[in-house]
């Protein structure tokens, strides 16, 4: 990591660099230093932009309130608007307000004179601001910018700010509006005087343009899970903008984004950047982020690739810009952090990595690109000791952060490049809310050099600390230490992680077509009747054969779990939950394989086949857990008399499980049951039956005994049936259709000859579930959480959003975007890595959506219809628009890809709206007004809200999952309430007190 002293000649050079590094640092501190009053005077002074920024820095409430103020700003599109908003963000109780900003927000109505007076002034304080950190927001205003910089002898490079590329026609807007901005760098580059300082260097001419590009913006669907076809998608394009930059004398950088991103971008350049075409070309970059644990074996490989190529390019290098983002990442996937939690680690690094880098410049170029001037200053150090060609360094600042800092680097001698972002203010606030989270931080260098710490502490040699050098690279994040922990889904950016799981496709291809029978008192047994289970991306390939059994065989499996029962339910409550743990234990190694069963049974794509995997594994952890902390019961004893409450299983549970989520429901059901002591019978559905004779597998090695757990595959409308109306079954746990649910609750609701008890069932049925977009709405996100919401698994999810309401004044433009994005989504074989919408799961199904889709053809207009592949049961993602809340395709459940946009007049009308059927079950909002989400989450009728998100893919004691009204009857599953569904709960209450005398507690 930092630099190894191994020899004390070693120690005598470090010591001297620390020294020059002292020197020049204490130099461009002074030189870069404003007035030493000026932080104070900051608050005093009249412009609102630098006193709103002071403010953030002392106050961490108003920080946050004002950041995610400014984040929805450009959204809104009324003074007044802007004024409520302003009140219901900073009036929050938390926020502690200065005496200024208390009187500003001090109007009784937000459309009163007062109120707008307000909206102004805030609204030009966030502007002046956004201005201080944008370019421009046009060609010409950056034009401007940039001949200014160049005056002072600077270099630029020009970042264009767009929205989120979620859409093909982005993608390639993307391209084409970089293509034009070169032309118009270049043409307007003819008639820039030369400056000796930027535009050669050692004989050599320099290109005077540059440009900043992101590489993921070249492919809407850019995703490490498919990296060939992102590679093909994306290199495309960028060949054609080499190319072009090639023609037109501009170099071209590429920036660094997330770190699930960093792999694909490297191996995509390398990869590139080795064609004969552009081998020999030095005017192209890349960027390292520091603050990563894994960057310096990317440098490493960088050097020796570059060494390979022979022609160097130019690597910048920073700190990294997404550190929260990281975190919170890290954090909600139970992935390691990839990134250092102590910031003095990542400068460590920086410095380290710099050394690295100036070291190879025979093979690399280093940009250095940091507002610290400890940073810059070892750089410089480093330079003058390795005596480094001018060619081969440049510092870099990125505009309006450091404006005399990068003056004191030119004064240096040094090339300096500015990073210049231009564009619009909607599309560029995620830069600037980085930016201004970077400026006030307590851990930046610039605030903290604002506030004058003294230069000895701001300059100190950085150190990796103790912590960030404990490698806490394969442990996961411990956040959430005194919750459960679930299991992380697969990381598919790691290439480890990705082709074993691609592999696991391939390998359980050449595992078909074998037949799997019932199970049942341990014994595996034959049937009379089978049927074959297909592939819904192409039925041709039959999956496994199921043996369906019979009437006789289901009274033998009863019996058998009769018989079961009472060792089961006296077998420790531990001892059964050690069984669920071995079987998480052994669903998690054989994760991959059950993913590619899923993939290749019910047509559900890789990613979302991964996820139900962890939701098994977590089910089975979090019911033992549960379990555990049921089993004591309760106490409520007094003196001379115990009062015990304790629960007992019920009996035996017949689980009737769907296809959709054909692994994870039924283990979540069956694991309840088991654990709670209960016999079970699992019926599948008979197109996921396969997926079950594996979970079959798991739980018999796991050690579940004969007949406490049977498979028990068999047709549903008689067998099934049979089943349910059984006197010996005491609950039945179904998810599916509506109609089956009501059917099994009024079949279970009769009393059978010879049955003693009344039959309890938990019900979880359909939704039509809606998320209501607002106008303060992040665009971004919710065209994407919604695309994802309504198309995830064709649309296949209980919870899957079928219905998106959208108020007036942003209707149109949503609409249009929606229907791009969803149009750019990639239909077809779900075992492809590159499938977003796979098949639905069969004929009947595609049938059946299809004839929903020709009568809302008849109700609303058709706005996107996609063809499908010739094979398969597919029906294209259709998206219907301007829909009557009251239509059919609005009001019952379809489950398949087809989403209806519903316009509403305004927020209230929407919430109307999205309440107005007869389920209950997951619903979303997007939205950034305060007021908006608090009457949401009063308000929406569903079981599961989701605010500012997809609204599937509920996590194990996370989002305990379940509705109500016609959704469904039951607790929540995954949650606290679950388990006690399974169980009896009884109380027992002894006299202790003997001839007046009893034990009491606390007197001897
Ligand atoms: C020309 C230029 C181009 C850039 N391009 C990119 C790019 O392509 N991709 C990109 O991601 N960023 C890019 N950046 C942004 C850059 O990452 C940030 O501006 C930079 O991290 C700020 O670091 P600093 O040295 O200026 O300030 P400092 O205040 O010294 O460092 C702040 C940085 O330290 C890190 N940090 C903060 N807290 C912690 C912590 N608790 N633990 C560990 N580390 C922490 C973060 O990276 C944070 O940004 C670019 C910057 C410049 C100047």
Redesign the pocket.
């Known amino acids: 990591m930092v630099v190894h002293i191994s020899s004390r000649a070693d120690e005598i050079q470090v010591q001297a660099l620390e020294q020059l590094t002292q020197a020049i640092a204490q130099q461009l501190l002074t030189a870069s230093r404003e007035s030493r009053s000026f932080f104070a005077q900051m608050r005093d002074q009249m412009r609102w932009d630098d006193k709103l920024l002071a403010w953030a820095m002392s106050n961490p409430g108003l920080r946050v309130q004002l950041f995610r103020f400014i984040d929805c700003l450009p959204s809104l599109r009324s003074k007044t608007e802007i004024a409520r908003h302003l009140q219901e963000y900073l009036g929050d109780p938390t926020v502690e307000l200065p005496v200024a900003l208390k009187g500003l927000l001090n109007f009784a109505s937000p459309d009163s004179l007062p109120g707008q007076v307000a909206a102004t002034t805030v609204s030009t304080a966030v502007e002046t601001l956004a201005h201080k950190y944008i370019a421009g927001e046009s060609v010409k205003q950056v034009l401007k910018t940039i001949e200014r910089l160049r005056k002072d002898k600077m270099a630029f ?1 020009v ?1 264009l700010l767009g929205e989120a590329v979620i859409t093909e026609a982005e993608a390639q807007s993307y391209l084409d509006r970089y293509l034009d901005l070169i032309a118009q760098l270049s043409n307007a580059a003819k008639t820039w005087p030369r400056v000796e300082a930027i535009d050669q260097v050692e004989g050599e001419e320099l290109d005077k343009v540059q440009v ?1 590009v ?1 590489l993921t913006a070249f492919y809407s669907q850019f995703d490490p899970l498919d990296a060939q076809g992102s590679e093909a998608k994306v290199s495309d394009r960028i060949r054609t903008l080499l190319r072009r930059a090639r023609e037109l004398g501009a170099a071209v ?6 770190y699930v991103y960093k792999d694909l971008t490297l191996a995509i350049l390398k990869q590139i950047l080795m064609e004969d075409e552009f081998r020999s070309r030095t005017d192209i970059g890349i ?1 390292l ?3 990563l644990r894994d960057s310096e074996q990317d440098l490493q490989n960088l050097v020796a690739w570059a060494k390979e190529r022979k022609y160097p390019v130019t690597v ?1 290098l ?7 983002q990281e ?1 919170i990442k890290a954090a909600q996937k139970d992935w390691p952090e990839p ?9 460590a690094n ?1 410095e380290n990595l710099t050394r690295i880098l100036l070291e190879n410049h025979e093979y690399l170029y280093a ?1 250095i ?4 001037v ?3 200053a070892y750089a410089i150090a480093i330079a003058q000791t390795l005596k480094i060609p001018r060619r081969r360094i440049e510092l ?3 505009y309006g ?2 404006d005399k800092f990068a003056k004191a680097l030119v004064e240096q001698g040094y090339r300096v ?3 210049c972002p231009y564009g619009d203010l909607i599309p560029g606030m995620s830069y600037l809310i ?2 201004l989270l ?1 400026n006030t ?1 307590n ?6 050099n604002l506030e004058e710490r003294p230069s000895a502490e701001l300059l100190a040699p950085p150190q990796v600390t103790a912590a ?1 050098q404990a490698d806490t690279t394969s442990l996961p994040v411990s956040t959430r230490q005194d919750h459960f922990q679930n299991v992380p889904d697969t990381d598919y950016a790691d290439l480890a992680q990705r082709q074993p799981a691609l592999q696991a496709i391939a390998t359980v291809q050449q595992q078909l077509g074998k037949t799997y029978w019932p199970l049942i008192n341990g014994e595996y047994q034959q049937t009379e009747a089978q049927v074959d289970s297909v592939n819904p991306s192409n039925p041709t390939e039959v999956i496994g054969r199921i043996g369906l059994m019979s009437q006789a065989q289901a009274d033998k499996a009863i019996a058998a779990a009769k018989v079961a029962f009472p060792a089961w339910q006296r077998t420790p409550a531990q001892q059964r939950a050690n069984i669920l743990r071995k079987a998480a234990d052994l669903l998690n190694q054989r994760r991959a394989e059950l993913a590619a069963w899923i993939v290749l049974e019910v047509g559900k794509p890789l990613r979302e086949a991964d996820g139900e995997v962890s939701e098994a594994i977590d089910f089975c952890r979090y019911y033992a857990d549960e379990m555990e902390r049921l089993e004591p019961g309760h106490s409520y004893d007094l003196a001379g008399e115990t009062n015990r409450y304790h629960y007992r299983p019920r009996g035996i549970v017949l689980v009737i499980s769907p296809w959709n989520f054909p692994l994870a429901i039924p283990t979540g059901m069956a694991v309840a049951a088991l654990v709670a002591g209960n016999c079970t019978l699992l019926k599948p559905a008979e197109v996921s039956s396969v997926i079950i004779a594996k979970l079959t597998e798991i739980l018999v090695e796991a050690g579940i005994p004969k007949g406490v757990f049977q498979y028990v595959p068999a047709k549903g409308s008689t067998v099934g049936a049979y089943m349910v109306k059984h006197p010996d079954i005491h609950m039945i746990t179904f998810t599916g259709s509506q109609e089956v649910g009501c059917r099994i609750y009024a079949d279970a609701a009769i009393l059978q000859p010879g049955q003693r008890h009344l039959k309890r069932v938990v019900a979880e049925m359909g939704g039509k579930n809606a998320i209501i977009i607002d106008e303060s709405a992040d665009l971004d996100q919710a065209v994407q959480g919604v695309v994802q919401s309504a198309f995830g698994y064709s649309g296949q999810k209980c919870s899957a959003c079928s219905r998106v309401i959208v108020v007036e004044p942003i209707y149109t433009g949503f609409v249009a975007r929606l229907v791009e994005a969803t149009r750019s989504l990639n239909v077809g074989d779900a075992a492809h890595p590159s499938t977003q919408v796979g098949p639905v799961i069969d004929a009947t199904a595609r049938d059946r959506i299809k004839s929903y889709i020709e009568k809302g053809k008849s109700e609303a207009q058709v706005a996107l219809e996609m063809p499908t592949p010739d094979t398969g049961y597919f029906v294209g993602p259709v998206v219907f628009s301007e829909v009557a809340p009251t239509a059919a395709i609005a009001q019952e459940e379809i489950f398949g890809p087809v989403l209806s946009v519903i316009r509403a007049k305004d927020f209230a009308e929407a919430l109307a709206i999205a309440n107005g059927t007869q389920f209950a079950l997951t619903g979303g909002l997007y939205s950034r007004t305060p007021s908006h989400i608090q009457q949401a989450q009063a308000e929406f009728e569903v079981g599961n809200l989701y605010i500012n998100r997809g609204i599937t893919g509920a996590i194990v004691a996370r989002q305990p999952f379940g509705g109500f009204k016609l959704s469904g009857v039951g607790s929540k599953a995954g949650g606290p309430d679950y388990l006690l569904q399974f169980l009896e709960p009884y109380a027992i209450t002894e006299n202790i007190q003997r001839q007046g005398f009893a034990p009491l507690e606390g007197v001897d």
């Open positions: 490079t970042d900043s992101k950088h590429f920036d660094m984004e997330q960027t982020q520091a603050y910048r920073v700190k990294g810009a997404y550190w929260d975190i990134v250092y939690k102590d910031k003095s680690s990542t400068d920086f940009a690109g940091s507002h610290n400890r940073s810059q870099q600042v990125l952060m450091a490049r500015v990073y980085r930016r970077e931080a851990s930046s260098f610039l605030r903290q960030d």
